[in-house]
C-alpha cells in the first residue's frame, strides 16, 4: 500500500499566481455549494502534500508553515503514518468502541497515560475533536468534584461547541450571535508578559483574587488553561504562573485541567507544554498533533478522576475510531524515532534568532515568544503604545500566500503572526519561508 507516485519535492515553486485559474474555479464551485461561514484563508485547492510542501491545483508548491494549524507536525503524508491508515482501512474501520472494543483504542490510552505529565495513575478517553476533548473534561470535572464553576482566562480559545464558545474568549468570529451561552464560566486576566508587565506571581495574585471574591475556592469545580494559549496569540505565561495556578487548585479542592489541543505532541520541545514548568495538570485534553490529521482527541486524567464517571456517561459513535487510532499510533512513534523534541528545539532557534533580528531593525515587532515550533510576532504600531496592528498581520499574510507561503496570524487583535511548522521540515525550506516572511515584514512595516 505505498505510494509509488514520485515525491513531492521539497521546493517551492510558483507556476501560476497564487490562488490559480484552476483554484479560481473551484472557489467559484465552493461559493456555490459551501457555507459562507465557512472560510478559507487561502483558497488554493490543493491536491497532494507531502513534507512540508502543499501541491495544488494549479501545480503550484506552497511552502506550509502553519501545518494545517499545528496538526500535521510530523509533516503531511508522512509514509509511515499514510501506510498505519492504509493498513487499518483494509481490516476494518468501525465497529463503535462502545459496542465492541479493539486493541488500538486501549494503546493509545496506554500512550496518553504514559506520555503525559503526572507519575500517578492516569485513565484516559477518545473523542473526535479538540472541543470535545475540553467538553468532556468540564463534564468530568464537574462530576468528580460535584462542583459547577469552570475558571477560564483572557484569550482562552478552547472550541466553537455550545460550551467551549463560554469557555472561548473572543467575540467575533467565535461567538458573535450564537448565544445563549452555558453558565457558571467565569473568565479571569491571563498572564500576558508582554502587555501587562507582572511576573507569574503577581498575575496568579492577581487571578486567584478574582476567582475567591467573585466566585469562591469552594464552588470551582476546575481551573481551565492552556499552558500557552493558542488562538490568543501564543502567549506564553510569565514564569511561575501555572505553578501557582496548580497550587491554588490543589490547595482549594479544585481540578487543574491543562488545555494542550495546540501545545502538546513535541510541538513547543516537550511532549506537552505543561512540562516546561514541570506541573502535572489533573487533566489534560490532547487533539491536533495527535494522528498527523485524522481527527481524534483525547481527556486524560488521575485514574480516580476519570473513573468517577458511571458507565456510559462519556462517550460518541466515532470517538477513537480505529483508523485514527492507527494513525495516532503511527504519529506518536514517528515523534520518538526521529526525536522530534528535539528537532522542535533547532526550529525554535532558528525562528527566534531571526525573528529577534527583525525585531531589532523594525518598531513594527513588539514581542517575539514562543517555544518549540510555537513561535509567534506581534505586531504593533509604531512608537510605545504598544497598539496592536491587525492590518499588518493580514496584509504579510497575503503577501506570503502571493509567494507560496503558507503563514497564519492569530491573537486576541488579530496582530500575531504564528509559525506551526512541521517538526520535521528540512532547515533550508524553512529558511526559504523565512526569508518570504522577512522580505514581507521589511518592506508592508517599515
Ligand atoms: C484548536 C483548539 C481547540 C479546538 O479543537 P477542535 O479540534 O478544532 O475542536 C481547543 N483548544 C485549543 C487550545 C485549540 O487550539
Given amino acids: 500500500m505505498a505510494d509509488t507516485r ?3 519535492e521539497q521546493r517551492r515553486i510558483l507556476n501560476t499566481a ?6 479560481l474555479a473551484l472557489n467559484a464551485r465552493r461559493t456555490a455549494a459551501v457555507s459562507a461561514g465557512v472560510s478559507a484563508q487561502l483558497p488554493a485547492f490543493i491536491e497532494r502534500a507531502q513534507g512540508s510542501v502543499l501541491l495544488d491545483a494549479d501545480g503550484n508548491q506552497l511552502i506550509d508553515l502553519g501545518s494545517g494549524i499545528a496538526v500535521t507536525g510530523v509533516g503531511h503524508s508522512h ?3 499514510s501506510a498505519a491508515i492504509a493498513a487499518q482501512a483494509y481490516d476494518f474501520v468501525h465497529t463503535c468502541v462502545m459496542v465492541t472494543p479493539y486493541e488500538e483504542y486501549l494503546a493509545v490510552c496506554e500512550e496518553l497515560n504514559h506520555l503525559t505529565p503526572g507519575s500517578f495513575e492516569k485513565r484516559s478517553m477518545l473523542v473526535n475533536s479538540g472541543a470535545e476533548a475540553v467538553e468532556n473534561a468540564v463534564k468530568i470535572a464537574r462530576l468528580a468534584t460535584g462542583r459547577q464553576a469552570i475558571i477560564v482566562f483572557e484569550n482562552a480559545y478552547h472550541g466553537r461547541t455550545n460550551l467551549t464558545m463560554a469557555l472561548t474568549a473572543k467575540n467575533n468570529p467565535y461567538k458573535d ?3 445563549p451561552f452555558a453558565p457558571e464560566i467565569y473568565r479571569v486576566p491571563m498572564s500576558y508578559p508582554y502587555r501587562d508587565g507582572l511576573s507569574g506571581a503577581e498575575a496568579a495574585a492577581r487571578a486567584i483574587s478574582q476567582i475567591e471574591i467573585l466566585v469562591g475556592a469552594s464552588n470551582v469545580a476546575a481551573v481551565l488553561i492552556e499552558p500557552i494559549q493558542g488562538e490568543g496569540g501564543f502567549i506564553v505565561p510569565a514564569e511561575g504562573f501555572l505553578t501557582a495556578m496548580t497550587t491554588w487548585c490543589s490547595d482549594h479542592g479544585a481540578l487543574f485541567i491543562a488545555d494542550e489541543v495546540q501545545s502538546g505532541f513535541c510541538r513547543t520541545g516537550q511532549w506537552f507544554a505543561s512540562e516546561h514548568e514541570e506541573i502535572a495538570p489533573d487533566i489534560i485534553t490532547t487533539a491536533k498533533g495527535i494522528a498527523a490529521g485524522m481527527p481524534i482527541a483525547g481527556v486524560t486524567g488521575r485514574a480516580e478522576i476519570m473513573n468517577a464517571v458511571h458507565p456510559g456517561g462519556v462517550g460518541g459513535t466515532y470517538g477513537g475510531n480505529p483508523v485514527a487510532c492507527a494513525a495516532a499510533l503511527a504519529t506518536i512513534n514517528v515523534m520518538r524515532d526521529e526525536n522530534l523534541n528535539a528537532k522542535a528545539l533547532v526550529i525554535e532557534e532558528v525562528l527566534t534568532t531571526r525573528l529577534a533580528k527583525l525585531g531589532i531593525d ?8 514562543g517555544r518549540g515550533a510555537m513561535v509567534a510576532v506581534e505586531l504593533v504600531k509604531p512608537g510605545d503604545s504598544k497598539e496592536p496592528d491587525a492590518a499588518l498581520a493580514k496584509a504579510i499574510v497575503a503577501s506570503c500566500a502571493e509567494q507560496g507561503v503558507v503563514v497564519l496570524s492569530t491573537g486576541t487583535f488579530g496582530n500575531v503572526l504564528r509559525f506551526l511548522p512541521a517538526l520535521t521540515i528540512e532547515e533550508n525550506l524553512l529558511s526559504e519561508g523565512l526569508d518570504v516572511v522577512e522580505e514581507a515584514v521589511r518592506t508592508l512595516g517599515a
Fill in 79 to 81: 509514509p509511515k503514518v
Fill in 362 to 369: 523594525l518598531e513594527c515587532v513588539g514581542d517575539v515568544r
Fill in 177 to 179: 450571535h450564537f448565544g
Fill in 18 to 23: 497564487i490562488p490559480g485559474p484552476r483554484s
Fill in 6 to 8: 514520485s515525491p513531492i
